[in-house]
């Protein structure tokens, strides 16, 4: 049966390339490698199976969409519909492939119907806005309307712990993304290739917990390497809203290591905490980075101005529009860039409450919710499963990011978050405290090991 459908996709694949050859006897060479480029990757993921799902997402997040030197935000380097395109196939294609060969069935949720019926009229309410279908292929725009569409998508991929080597893979990725941009312009901040500096400190905070536990099952040297880069890119990226994530990701991560009494854990959290103050502080040439790109008087006076001009003019607006707002993403930043020199809002709540009014705050704030009662389960119980954790952590850090950040602008970070966010809810309900090992069973232990049996303590 896999080989059968696997020959009509080999076939229907050449078919599609043969008219990717038409295109370039049209003389449009560079449409026909564009979509000879595109048919080859959804070929593959689809081939990929469900593995395909993270890695998709994790591809189009970390993929180099703007110029790799730069000193401000800049358009993308491909054509907007081009990146939409990537946006919505990432999620789609191998949630597509997924129906097309019977995959796994997720069990019928009212919640997901509902929030299905709002993401589609959060599209009409901008479209009525907009007046266009055209003005709706904006990254922004796509963005958010694919939070919904990738949380729903990822719920059938929920079964499987694919998630590791896809985050791996992606912080390998920013990585070697990062460095180049480093060596080709060392006193540029890092990470302009994914939008902005921030997004990339984001990204990275997303991606990390994942990705550490995938180096961890495999070499704890693999693990604290991974650490090391991942705190070098932070600094590079001077993205200090990222840092701040860290902070409280290992504060919670240590909380519930010490509430499960986890002590092996809670030793692995501080060796690393060692492990990074050793090498910050003990090599001078990155001693000197961090002091540099880290510095808090750094435009210091225009970040408090305009921090307090931001949440004044959002508390205003969400005044007069509370329900949905302006009706557009994207709104507060050309308002922001029109009144002060930066094009937007340092708080991507308020971003996101100011274009669409408090409705669409509570509709963004879905995966950041799930990821939430994961954390606060894994807390109440006193259990630290781990898949779940790595993909609720990376969900905290993203969403501490986007109180200094409007986060939900860029389609990467609402990838990644919805993508994390679906997967966990499917897996919430499996969270649940270790059952006591019965009487008869300790009692059986005590006589296959020769020991008088005795009558135990309930």
Known sequence: MIALNRRYVFVGGAALLGLAGGVIVARKPSDAVLLCVCLVAILGLAMLGERAFPWAIVIVSVAPWYPFIAE???PPIVRQKVLCAAVAAAPLVPWLWSLAVRGRRTRPSRA????GLLFAGFAILIYSSLGSISDLIEAEIVGFLFLGVTFLCARRFGGDNRWLAAAFGGLLVLALLGLYAYLKAPSNRVGYFVGYPITYGALVVGLLPAGLLFAYHRS???AAAVAGAGAALLILSESRSSWIAVV????VAALLQARAGN???LGAIVAVLVLLVALILGTGSLHHIVEQRLNPNVATSESVTHREWSYGFALKAIGEKPFFGAGAPGYSGREAANKTSIGA????YLSISVDMG??????ALIPIAVGLWVLGRCLRLGVTPRYELALALGILGMAVVTIFYDSFYWPQIDLVLAAMGGVLSTRVAGITKPAAEPD???QGAIKQRGMPAVRLAP
């Open 345 to 348: 809002i340092d708080n991507g």
């Open 248 to 251: 409280v990701l290992i504060m």
């Open 440 to 442: 008869v069973v300790r």
């Open 220 to 222: 704890r040297l693999l």
């Open 112 to 115: 997901t119907l509902l929030m």
């Open 72 to 74: 401000k935000a800049e």
């Open 358 to 363: 408090l409705i669409g705050l509570l509709a």
């Open 263 to 265: 002590m092996r854990g």
